[in-house]
Structure formats: structure tokens, C-alpha cells
């Protein structure tokens, strides 16, 4: 990484720390790259004239968000996205830190591709990025892949990324043998058969529209599968990406009895239904599907009650040609980066969640799943910072869009939190303040 900046002291913010429980006015002072001290409440005594002073004028500032699930294009579909194009996005987002997914062509299943992954990074000089490896060989559900090397190569968790595994003796033995040094591992449950061809939720929208659809009960069976396979092996689960009202009986049970258990959600299943599929829209055609509203309403609330730990982009980028197709043929997926903390600011600006709480599911939460220091204000934890102003309004664009694919959902709506500057490592990576 570059060496660090020039010691900094933002000044008349609204910091906003998960780990502290502390939303209030303060100032915090960046040095060496890492954050030297936080002070909280109205004073600021500035002990040194070689400090560089950010008036931030009441904005918020808050630790770099995490996300957990990122698709690029690199290795192998470039066109779509590339790490660096991923990273500027990210960093425009407020994203400090970035998980990539090994689904790419070769896939990240051994520890070369792992080394490859991090040299990019380390050479972009931009946000974080960590692999995460491949569960099996290949993504193809029946050989385990080389976890342990993966491990202490850099792989931060393993996943098949869109593709179950099937086969449940193979994630038996990858749930064991992650266990014997505590890693994580992250599994999609949904149900191949009931999913196969699918395109939609199953029910009266996607009859009306002929389009092929997936009951919920596809997720709910996995899930169940899953969670007995945590049960009997003790292993670290990432549940990926719940949508639906039907699986959140079974993650409930599963936490209640004390398994290791985590489940994420994707802000475009907090803020998107399938009517709004509309016309067609091949942007709102995701995996998994947007869900009913009442799904919906129902994933907002286990956020709120702390049932589902975690909030992603599920950044999936795909260029125009791959999207402008009938909606049954066109590639699923979702740009989010750069939308990811607005968009999830309108449930605090709607009253669903408070500012902390919604804060805490891209900060620390994710940063305790992976055993990063980040996510937090406090002395010596790395100046990884988001400066936000909340109430400004924000008119998503997606053709001004820093990632290469433009198949945002979000395009044209009008949201609330313009990031102002963003920092890595106490660098200043993107800034919009004069």
C-alpha cells in the first residue's frame, strides 16, 4: 500500500460507532494510517498544527462499510468488471472492504488463484480486497477444494458463491474440516430441482406474466438441510443471502440452540419486490428472486431484530447484452456498490432501524464474521472511514455508474446519503468535498 497521508482531525461530526453504542457529535483524528484518538462530544482541542482539519459541518462518519459478497469479472469475463473498476466503485460507495467471489473462470479454488487475487489488489492500491475461495473444485458440488492452503493464502471464507451443494456428505466433510481451524463457510440454499429454469417467486405475478417460477419452499429445504448439517458437525455457517418469511422459523430455531450460525440478506431484497418487476425489467431479475412484499417486510423486521446479522450488495455486474434479452433468457444480477449505503439509509430515514443498527450490519458485524479490526471507531483500529451527509438527496444514474456493467435496479430512484469522502488505511481514496 502507499504510504499514508498526512495526519487529519475531523472535526463537528456525527460519528456513528457499533462497537461503542455512540451516535452522537465528536471528532476523531487519523494518523499513520490508523485512527489515533475519538472524541466525543462537542470540544476539540487541536494538540498539533501539523494536523489537517475536515470540518465535517454534522455529517456522519462512520467506519468503512464490508461487503461480504462481491462478483467481478476477473479472471475471465473482464468486460464485465475488473478488481480496479470493482474497487472505484466500491470506494465511491463508502466501500472500504470488498469479498470477491470465486465463481470466475478458472474459479478461485486453489491457492495460486487466492495469491492472484490479493497481488491485484495490492497493486490497485484501493479498498481491501479479500478472496473468498471455492468450497469444492471447480464450484462443481463433489470434490472439497484445498481449504486449508486457500486459508493461509488469504481466503477469508469458502463458498460455492450461486451454485449448492448438493450433495450433502461433500458439504458434511467441508463444514468438518473448516471447523478444525475455524473457518467459515458460506452456502446459497435453494433447492436445485424446485430451482431449475426458474425466473421469478412462484404465485399470481408470475402466472400472469408466464414466467417460470421457484416457490420459497426451495430455500426453506435447503436451509433446513444446512442448518442440521451445523448441527451435526459444528461448523461456521453463513447463511447466503436470505430472502423469504419461510426460512426464518428455521434460522431462528438454529440460533436458539446455540449453533454458529449467520445469515445475511442483499439490500436489493430490503428495498425491492417482484411486482417491481413491471413490465419485464430485466434489471430487477436476480438470484434469488425478488420476493412477495410481505417477504420483504419480513426480512426488514429479522434485520431489525438481529435474526439476520449482516447486509450485501450482491454486486453481480452484467453488460447490456447479456441483459437486454427476453426476461427468462437475460442474466440475473444486480450492480450495488456504489447504491448499497443510501439505499440502506432509507430504512433509517423511514424508521425501520435505527442509524446504529443499520450501520452495525455493514461495519461490524461483517468485520466479527471475517476477524478483521475494522468496522470500528477507536484508537488503533485502521482508519478505514466513510463520511456521509445523510439528507442529501441522491438521483441514481446508472450510466454514471463507475462499474463497467450499468444493471442497476436502482437506476433513476431518487435516495438520501451522499458519500463525501472515503477512506483506506487513512488514504483518501474517493472525495466529492471541495
Known amino acids: 500500500m502507499a504510504a499514508p497521508a498526512q495526519p487529519c482531525a475531523f472535526i463537528n461530526a456525527r460519528l456513528v460507532d457499533p462497537e461503542s453504542g455512540y451516535d452522537g457529535l465528536g471528532s476523531l483524528v487519523v494518523s ?24 465535517c459541518n454534522g455529517a456522519m462518519l462512520a467506519p468503512g462499510l464490508i461487503d461480504l459478497r462481491v462478483k467481478t469479472g476477473e479472471p475471465g469475463a473482464e468486460t464485465k468488471e475488473t478488481l480496479k473498476s470493482a474497487a472505484r466503485a466500491a470506494a465511491a460507495g463508502g466501500v472500504t472492504s470488498i469479498v470477491v467471489q470465486p465463481d470466475t473462470d478458472p474459479a478461485v479454488d486453489d491457492p495460486a488463484m487466492v495469491d492472484f487475487i490479493l497481488r491485484r489488489a495490492r497493486d490497485i492500491e484501493l479498498v481491501h480486497v479479500y478472496p473468498a475461495g471455492a468450497a469444492t473444485k471447480g464450484l462443481g458440488g463433489e470434490r472439497m477444494a484445498e481449504l486449508g492452503l486457500m486459508r493461509d493464502a488469504g481466503a477469508v471464507y469458502f463458498t460455492d458463491a450461486d451454485h449448492s451443494i448438493v450433495n450433502s456428505k461433500v458439504l458434511q466433510r467441508i463444514l468438518t474440516y473448516a471447523k478444525g481451524f475455524g473457518a467459515l463457510v458460506s452456502h446459497r440454499p435453494a433447492d436445485p430441482w424446485l430451482s431449475a429454469g426458474a425466473a421469478v417467486t412462484s404465485g399470481e405475478f408470475a402466472g400472469r406474466m408466464g414466467l417460470p417460477g421457484v416457490p420459497t419452499a426451495a430455500e426453506r429445504i435447503m436451509l433446513e438441510r444446512d442448518l442440521a448439517l451445523v448441527e451435526l458437525t459444528g461448523g461456521r455457517l453463513l447463511v447466503d443471502q436470505v430472502t423469504c418469511a419461510d426460512a426464518l422459523d428455521a434460522l431462528a430455531r438454529a440460533k436458539a440452540k446455540g449453533l454458529s450460525v449467520f445469515a445475511s440478506v442483499s439490500i436489493n431484497h430490503l428495498c425491492f419486490n417482484t411486482l417491481d418487476i413491471g413490465d419485464y425489467r430485466t434489471f430487477y431479475k436476480l438470484t434469488p428472486p ?19 446479522d449482516v ?14 434479452l427476453p426476461f427468462d433468457e437475460a442474466a440475473p444480477g444486480a450492480v450495488g456498490l456504489e447504491t448499497l449505503l443510501p439505499a440502506l439509509l432509507g430504512l433509517y430515514h423511514d424508521g425501520r432501524l435505527p442509524l446504529l443498527d443499520l450501520m452495525r450490519t455493514v461495519t461490524l458485524a461483517p468485520a466479527q464474521l471475517l476477524g478483521l479490526s475494522a468496522g470500528r471507531l477507536s484508537a488503533g483500529a485502521p482508519a478505514d472511514l466513510v463520511l456521509c451527509d445523510l439528507g442529501a438527496p441522491v438521483i441514481i444514474d446508472a450510466d454514471k455508474l463507475i462499474s463497467k456493467s450499468k444493471n442497476s435496479p436502482f437506476d433513476g430512484r ?13 488514504r483518501v481514496v474517493h472525495q466529492t468535498l471541495p
Open 290 to 308: 425478488l420476493r412477495s412484499e410481505d417477504d420483504r417486510q419480513a426480512v426488514i423486521e429479522a434485520l431489525a431484530s438481529g435474526l439476520i
Open 311 to 324: 447486509v450485501v450488495s450482491a454486486h453481480a455486474p452484467a453488460p447490456a447484452e447479456d441483459k437486454r
Open 32 to 55: 499513520q494510517g490508523v485512527i489515533a484518538d475519538v472524541i466525543q462530544g462537542p470540544q476539540f482541542d487541536n494538540p498539533s498544527t501539523d494536523l489537517r482539519i475536515i470540518d
Open 414 to 426: 431518487r435516495l438520501q446519503g451522499q458519500v463525501l469522502m472515503t477512506l483506506v488505511d487513512g
